[in-house]
């Protein structure tokens, strides 16, 4: 296996309308499915309790394989990476820290049934997990709306915006890849890669509290424990670690929507093993985020941004991916002081004229 990490960031940058197959245009202005929450400040990034298992080689960050090391349960081992399960956003307050509108409506019924015109695309794309995709998407159109990760308005779109372009972009991961999914917020993409892919082991990092507590029981629901954890925290913290984790790292490196391509490199290239690859799902203005960040990119030691269009001939339009291999680890940026003698006199300095 290669060991490459891809981001895949859609939309226009930091609360951008994430592009999908639709012929529907998207509103610039509105981001339909992450709407008032986004702007709400980080208050709840740090990790929220301290792990219950010392060490975990799925997370020691170096690529895992998954047939070796199954992904540790989610929720139930290891509570550094997933909160713990909460039946419902009413029943628990702590989960609420990040602007939570209020008490939720029971579900209703959802519109979130495949479309017809669509069903060969997704039958293509998850192959026999489509059912699997079919809970997925019934969960965003239930708890995801009553928690208000997902626009009422935007259900009957889940499968042509969000599920089938997203799972498009499991053409650029190789086999048995680690990736990290960098502001999953409801799961998009990395929660449908995992479940078109069931050869990858999947990271979401989301650093607001309701969306990874809602994370962690689609994780639950849908069975995926075995290759699917949680981590609660920015990308810059799981890239750094912290008191209770050891630094992430991971083949591939995904996002979409979360930022422009120059920040999106700044978070997500520390997240990639060497020679790994960010697959960034983005939106028209892909090309035009290449010309204006790829110096910045350069500096960052990523290479070359590349773009690469997915499921051709499956969706129309395709989905459109930047991709950027990390080719050289940057350590953070020191401070410029005076230069200095070994002996720690100024260069120049009064000493030197005595
Ligand atoms: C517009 S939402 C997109 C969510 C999802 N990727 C999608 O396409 O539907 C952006 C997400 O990025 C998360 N985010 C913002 N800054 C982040 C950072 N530094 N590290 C990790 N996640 C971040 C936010 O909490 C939010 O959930």
């Given at each position: 296996m290669t060991h490459d990490g891809t981001t895949a960031g859609a939309g226009s940058g930091p609360g951008g309308t994430p592009p999908g197959p639709s012929p529907v245009q998207p509103d610039p202005t509105v981001d339909p499915v992450f709407s008032a929450e986004d702007s709400a400040p980080m208050a709840d990034q740090s990790v929220s309790s301290p792990p219950s298992t010392p060490a975990d080689p799925a997370f020691s960050g170096q690529p895992v394989t998954p047939a070796a090391t199954p992904v540790a349960p989610v929720g139930a081992v290891d509570p550094v990476f997933a909160e713990p399960t909460t039946p419902a956003p009413t029943a628990a307050p702590s989960i609420m820290d990040d602007g939570d509108p209020g008490p939720g409506e029971p579900p209703a019924p959802s519109d979130v049934t495949l479309p017809p015109e669509l069903a060969g695309a997704a039958r293509t794309l998850f192959g026999d997990r489509l059912d699997l995709a079919a809970g997925y998407a019934e969960l965003l159109a239930t708890e995801g709306v009553v928690r208000g990760l997902?626009?009422?308005?935007?259900t009957p779109r889940i499968w042509e915006r969000h599920l089938l372009n997203c799972a498009a972009m499991a053409e650029r991961i190789p086999e048995g890849a680690s990736v990290i999914d960098v502001g999953s917020g409801a799961g998009l993409p990395g929660l449908v890669l995992a479940i078109a892919r069931p050869d990858l082991t999947v990271t979401l990092v989301e650093p607001l509290a309701r969306r990874t507590a809602f994370l962690v029981e689609a994780v639950e629901q849908l069975g995926l424990t075995r290759a699917v954890r949680v981590f609660r925290g920015r990308a810059e913290e799981a890239a750094a670690g912290t008191r209770d984790t050891p630094p992430l790292s991971a083949d591939i490196v995904t996002a979409r929507a979360v930022a422009a391509l120059d920040r999106l490199a700044a978070w997500c290239l520390p997240l990639a093993v060497a020679g790994g690859r960010l697959v960034a799902l983005k939106g028209a203005s892909a090309a035009e985020e290449i010309a204006e960040h790829g110096a910045a990119v350069a500096r960052l030691g990523g290479g070359e941004p590349e773009l690469h269009r997915c499921g051709v001939g499956v969706i129309d339009p395709p989905a459109t991916v930047v991709e950027v291999v990390r080719e050289r680890v940057i350590g953070p940026a020191r401070k410029k002081g005076p230069k200095r003698s070994r002996g720690g006199r100024r260069r120049g300095g009064r000493d030197r004229d005595r």
């Open positions: 997902i626009g009422p308005r935007e």
